[in-house]
């Protein structure tokens, strides 16, 4: 067969596959450009593009990144222009120079710099503007081992003691994630966005109190409001009590929380996204077995989110990996794989993990469960199926078929210290 001619067989296979493909492409950028007004970065809009393709089939990294460079190429020659002429009101490029971070950055009086530069304002103003220069204008990256501390500590070292570097990596990463955030509130004021939802990043690096924060919607109008009165006030304990630090991880409405605003410790890496309006998952949040105060804390927790936040934590776990980069984690999968595969019907890997994305990304019922260590899981049950993800770490720690009935399942996880509440 001539290697540079197609098989006539793959050929009519593609010709009955291709129909498909292309509707769920057609459906997923239709949906991404008729809510266009909502992005106010590229990297809004190729998240939400992402998200949406694979609702319609499952895309293995290479191709996402890929699709993400040719994503790039296409804004950068010419949805940039085009989208700006149709929304010139809602649509920003938020990319280089960060513009709104930097006009935020030169308005702003102070906001934890006072904790290093106390009493000299002339100081505090240069610090703004050395951020809004080199970190905003310039695009310089920010993290350990990057050029910019040692320029930082240069000029600026000797106001903070000890002149070390994680003390100024602190200030560095908290305050500039300050003012891009701030400046992307400003972007969606602008564009007139209501409503801004929390992104807590969701990696192994993610600690709990921001995780507790992670998916929560707030107004627009409202952050704005605080963002103004830290731009023009110069009372030190009324900057503390609109924008305090947050050292515990939080519960109760997303409206009585302590602040709305990231980051809300230092190197929070904590951002706000445009939240835009989409269905909901039906969730109802009931108790499963007998009343432990465990279980009574889940309750209350979640009884207190609104349908569309508890809807964005249980998506968050579609970012969920099985490995996280972490070698005893690879070694993990791979006797998961081994122990259960035989019952599952999956020959490798792949399939494996391919199954258990199948089963969070549809499932019939989601619960989540307190283990006795304290960490927390969410069990994404699909038939007979259960794929288990930790809401510690985003890691999936396993899937298996199950034995018997699920409500048996949760008994006996009950009978070992197990606090479990169904959200779906």
């Not at 997303?254 to 904590?270: A, G, Y």
């Not at 569309?308 to 998506?315: F, G, P, Q, R």
């Amino acid at each position: 067969m001539d290697p540079y001619r197609p098989d006539p067989e793959i050929e009519r296979v593609l010709k009955l596959v291709l129909p498909s493909l292309n509707e769920g492409l057609k459906s997923a950028f239709e949906y991404v450009f008729e809510r266009s007004k909502y992005f106010v970065s590229f990297q809004d809009l190729v998240s939400i593009l992402l998200s949406k393709l694979e609702e319609k089939m499952r895309l293995p990294d290479p191709v996402k990144a890929k699709l993400y460079e040719e994503l790039e190429r296409i804004y950068n020659n010419s949805v940039q222009e085009t989208i700006s002429e149709i929304f010139q009101e809602g649509f920003v490029d938020f990319r280089s120079p960060d513009t709104r971070s930097i006009e935020y950055a030169l308005r702003l009086h102070d906001f934890y710099l006072g904790k290093f530069f106390q009493g000299d304002k002339q100081v505090r103003k240069r610090v703004l503007d050395w951020f809004s220069e080199y970190y905003l204008r310039e695009g310089n990256p920010i993290g350990r081992g990057q050029k910019g501390v040692k320029e930082f500590l240069r000029q600026f070292g000797h106001y903070i003691k000890p002149q070390v570097e994680w003390k100024a990596r602190q200030i560095i990463d908290t305050s500039v994630n300050f003012l891009r955030n701030a400046g992307k509130i400003k972007t969606l004021q602008k564009a007139r966005i209501e409503h801004y939802r929390w992104d807590a990043t969701n990696d192994r690096l993610t600690c709990k109190i921001c995780r507790s924060y992670d998916g929560r919607i707030f107004k627009t109008a409202e952050a704005v409001r605080i963002l103004d009165i830290l731009e023009t006030t110069q009372d030190p304990e009324l900057i503390r009590e609109l924008k305090p630090f947050v050292n515990k991880p939080v519960k109760g409405p997303s409206d009585s929380l302590p602040t709305k605003l990231p980051p809300i410790h230092p190197h929070c890496r904590c951002r706000v996204v445009a939240h835009y309006l989409e269905e909901a998952l039906p969730v109802s949040v009931e108790p499963v077995g007998r009343g432990t105060m465990e279980q009574r804390e889940l309750l209350e927790e979640f009884r207190a989110l609104k349908s569309e936040e508890i809807t964005n934590k249980v998506k968050a776990h579609l970012g969920s990996s099985w490995e996280r980069g972490e070698e005893h984690q690879k070694k993990n999968v791979f006797l998961h794989f081994e122990k259960h595969a035989k019952k599952l019907g999956v020959n490798s890997i792949e399939e494996y993990k391919a199954l258990a994305y199948k089963v969070i990304k549809e499932p019939d019922h989601v619960f989540v469960q307190k283990e006795p260590n304290g960490e927390r899981v969410y069990l994404f049950v699909k038939g007979d199926l259960v794929a288990i993800s930790s809401d510690d770490s985003l890691l999936v720690k396993s899937l298996y078929k199950l034995k018997f009935p699920i409500e048996e399942w949760l008994k006996d996880a009950e009978g070992r210290g197990r606090a479990t509440i169904k959200i779906l």
